[in-house]
């Protein structure tokens, strides 16, 4: 079974500031790893995927994630935050078979003036 | 190039009332895909089609949920004798086939159970 942790519910940050929002995995198979991102009132929308090669993965609005396999961790980052980027961001985990994602609890980003 | 659709958008409906929800995916998709959302957690996958197939269902969805993909388009999602705890947001994804495709939300049907 497959499973997935977002350690932080909530991440305050001021704009500009760097951030990272944590994901934690756990598989017994190869995984593909997701970010989604949720506006308020709004569907997830894809931010970045992991399938296969580099580990280091971009986004176009200036997020990165990076695959560790051995912590099992996908984390996400950014530099610097823009009041724009206050959403709710999910980690999410499928494995070579496909089908269902499994999602994460999500991580609530507040970007604050 | 139009994304995946959902209607209604919201559904107030009252306890032991039935309930339907219609997902259009995006047109070249063969997966769709339907998730349950609820306040302060990550979607719940519930079932997914790969065509008019549909392939897995997960335990959470009991007996009185039902839902169908019958020409392999648009699906619908029903909820018989619904219940307060079936309140949540109804999300419904599509996909090309394949482990690596990514999937593409809707902006889901919010349930609410009086």
């Known amino acids: 079974a497959q499973s997935v942790t977002q350690l932080d519910s909530q991440v305050p940050v001021f704009e500009e500031a760097p951030v990272e929002l944590r994901c934690n995995y756990s598989s017994s198979v190869s995984v593909y790893l997701f970010w989604y991102v949720q506006y308020p009132n709004q569907g997830l929308q894809l931010l970045l995927k992991y399938l296969s090669g580099s580990t280091l993965v971009e986004s176009i609005n200036g997020f990165e994630a990076e695959f560790n396999k051995s912590q099992t961790s996908f984390h996400l980052r950014k530099p610097s935050v823009h009041i724009s980027d206050t959403a709710e961001y999910f980690c999410?985990?499928?494995?070579?078979?496909?089908?269902?994602?499994?999602f994460g609890q999500g991580t609530e980003l507040s970007v604050k003036p | 190039d139009t994304g995946v659709s959902q209607d209604p958008r919201h559904k107030i409906t009252k306890r032991g009332q039935n309930v339907t929800f219609r997902c259009d995916p995006i047109s070249e998709h063969n997966r769709l895909y339907w998730y349950r959302q609820t306040l302060g957690q990550g979607p719940e996958f519930l079932t997914y089609?790969?065509?008019?197939?549909?392939?897995?269902k997960s335990r959470l969805l009991s007996d009185r949920f039902s839902a169908e993909r019958p020409k392999g388009s648009f699906s619908t999602l029903e909820i018989q004798r619904t219940e307060q705890g079936d309140s949540a947001m109804y999300l419904c994804?599509?996909?090309?086939?394949?482990?690596?495709?990514?999937?593409?939300f809707g902006p889901g049907t919010r349930l609410l159970v009086l």
């Open positions: 089609f790969q065509n008019e197939a549909q392939l897995e």
């Open positions: 994804a599509s996909s090309l086939e394949g482990a690596t495709a990514a999937q593409y």
């Open positions: 999410a985990v499928t494995n070579n078979q496909g089908g269902k994602l499994i």
